[in-house]
């Protein structure tokens, strides 16, 4: 970036225009690992993440105007330290809290991560890369602690993780700006409430939380890598931002092999978005897809992960199976020489380990490349009976594309035009329609 060097050697001094840049970018990369720091020094996570926010809004002044720090994350941290301290000087003048964290700052140890003495006076500070692993886990866990709800747990974690802003996540799950705060000001009064400690939960409590963790990735991925409303098929950024999450996921969790199962599924699938959105922005089904505009190296980044996952010797979870079922898409050169017969079983498997009625679907879709489209329709007619699914657009689209197969127009007509009617999805929307102008 350019600017010139102040005598300190520590910033640049010229204004730079660019500066309001840099912060968006530091606090998408690094706003986990500075809330998660700030966490760990007051003990207080909504308190962590408001000086976060304080240091952000600083920084959005100071840069453009001072240039940008050489440590920009480390600034960051230094003034949301500040801010604690001023916060705990408020609250009562040299108490049992701020006296131990003026203490902590002036040792400069561990914890500290290196901090001057006098943090009025400080610059930059350089990260404890091992301490930002374990505060960074800890956030994970934290904000997918199971005091909190489903919905909760998603938006903190595309908050406090993801470095999402309360209006992209309202529009991410179309729903008011207001209610994403309130469930994310509810979240952090639970987790004060509970008196949930900012630290890395022991093996046994990671165990029991690592689920809903992936659950909380593999949802936003879901979201984004097939839209659920809106104009896009894909939302790129969330799927993007999932996919980070599970990378960080796996490199601090080196020996749990759901996690890699589940990374093996997220870049498996993402290496298809190229080929899956024409030039102009409307959905490429499978069969059609240019298979040379796959990315090569996520697949090979995803038959990696999932063989990791392997490796552990029990098995593979849902997550690696579902993996190795987009592994035997991305090996096979085109529709008609894929291993259906192989994608059954894997979903067979699946549907015991996980059973659910998109499950039931998927298999069904299978069923139907490899033994044809007699053979699926019971399986939908069973999901059609037992209600599942409802409100859907999935199954009615599934069971239309079956029944034109099969020859059935009439029936197929109905069941697309229900599909038409309850698809989200301006794009998908648009790909059922012609398929039922198609029928005449």
């Known amino acids: 970036m350019s600017g010139s060097t102040g005598t300190d050697g520590n ?19 690094e706003s986990a690992r500075i809330v998660g720091a700030l966490a760990r020094y007051t003990g207080d996570f909504a308190l962590a993440e408001d000086l976060a926010q304080e240091a952000l809004a600083e920084a959005l002044v100071t840069w453009p105007r001072e240039g940008v720090p050489r440590h920009p994350a480390g600034w960051l941290l230094t003034v949301g330290r500040r801010r604690a301290i001023d916060a705990f000087r408020r609250r009562s003048a040299l108490d049992d809290r701020y006296a131990a964290l003026a203490r902590d700052l002036g040792e400069g140890g561990a ?19 091992d301490q930002i692993d374990d ?70 409590e990671r165990a029991e939380r690592l689920g809903s963790v992936l659950s909380v990735i593999y949802l936003i991925f879901t979201e984004g890598s097939s839209a659920g409303s809106g104009e896009d098929l894909i939302r790129l950024d969330l799927a993007s931002e999932a996919l980070r999450l599970a990378r960080v996921l796996a490199r601090l969790t080196p020996d749990e092999p759901e996690v890699h199962g589940l990374l093996a599924l997220l870049e498996l699938t993402a290496a298809r978005f190229p080929a899956r959105i024409g030039p102009d922005g409307a959905p490429v089904l499978l069969e059609h897809q240019d298979r ?6 996520a697949v090979g980044r995803g038959r990696a992960a999932l063989a990791r996952a392997g490796q552990a010797g029990r098995g593979l979870g849902a997550y690696g199976l579902q993996a190795a079922i987009a592994e035997s898409h991305a090996l096979a050169p085109s529709v008609e020489e894929t291993d259906w017969e192989r994608i059954v079983l894997l979903y067979e498997a699946l549907g015991r380990l996980a059973p659910s009625p998109v499950v039931e679907l998927n298999r069904a879709v299978a069923v139907s490349m490899a033994r044809g489209a007699a053979a699926a329709l019971p399986i939908t007619d069973e999901l059609v009976a037992a209600g599942a699914l409802a409100g859907s657009h999935l199954l009615p689209s599934v069971r239309g594309e079956l029944l034109t197969r099969l020859g059935r127009t009439d029936e197929a007509r109905t069941e697309l035009e229900l599909a038409v009617r309850l698809c989200g999805n301006k794009r998908e929307r648009a790909v059922l329609e012609r398929k039922l102008d198609a029928l005449g």
């Open 292 to 297: 040379r505009r796959w990315d090569r190296a």
């Open 11 to 29: 910033r640049q001094r010229a204004a730079d225009p660019t500066g309001r840049q840099a912060v968006a970018a530091v606090w998408r990369i």
């Open 135 to 204: 505060d960074l886990l800890a956030l994970m866990f934290i904000s997918c602690h199971p005091v909190l709800s489903r919905e909760a747990r998603v938006a903190l974690t595309l908050r406090v993780v993801g470095g999402l802003t309360s209006d992209e996540i309202a529009r991410v799950f179309l729903v008011p700006t207001a209610t994403v705060q309130a469930r994310i000001t509810r979240a952090k009064k639970t987790l004060g409430a509970a008196r949930v400690p900012f630290t890395v939960p022991s093996a046994r």
């Open 111 to 129: 914890a500290s991560g290196g901090a001057p003495a006098d943090p009025r006076q400080a610059q930059d500070v350089l990260w404890d890369p």
